[in-house]
């Protein structure tokens, strides 16, 4: 699978951004599309996740209520949405996809993802 981000730039504190991955190459039925990101000196981590034929989606809890993951089966494209952006959402956001049976599996670890797009930046000013 083959993801390209895109939609980041710069935001002033409070505002919002809608983040775009569009996948291409699938070969699996089904997928969980997930969202991580990592900001400078730190870890990559989760953001949320969804998966490609139910639309179940899953959150870390910091980013409940602020973030939110959709995804258009005609566009094979999958957005974040955030609000209420903070300084310290500051950071590379990407996008990452794996195959998946069922509805069930949640996965929110780097090692559990096969593809990666290219991170798109995400800088909110204070």
């Known amino acids: 699978v083959q993801l390209v981000e895109s939609g980041g730039g710069l935001v002033q504190t409070g505002g919002s951004l809608r983040l775009s991955c569009v996948a291409s190459g699938r070969t699996f039925s089904n997928y969980a599309m997930g969202w991580f990101r990592q900001a400078p000196g730190k870890e990559r981590e989760f953001v949320g996740a969804i998966n490609w034929v139910y639309a179940s989606t899953f959150y870390a809890d910091s980013m409940k209520g602020r973030f939110t993951i959709s995804r258009d089966i005609t566009k094979n494209t999958v957005y974040l949405q955030m609000n209420s952006l903070k300084p310290e959402d500051t950071a590379v956001y990407y996008c990452?996809?794996?195959?998946?049976?069922?509805?069930?599996?949640?996965?929110?670890?780097?090692?559990?993802?096969?593809?990666w797009g290219q991170g798109t930046l995400v800088t909110v000013s204070s």
């Open positions: 990452a996809a794996r195959g998946v049976r069922g509805v069930g599996a949640v996965y929110v670890r780097v090692d559990e993802y096969d593809s």
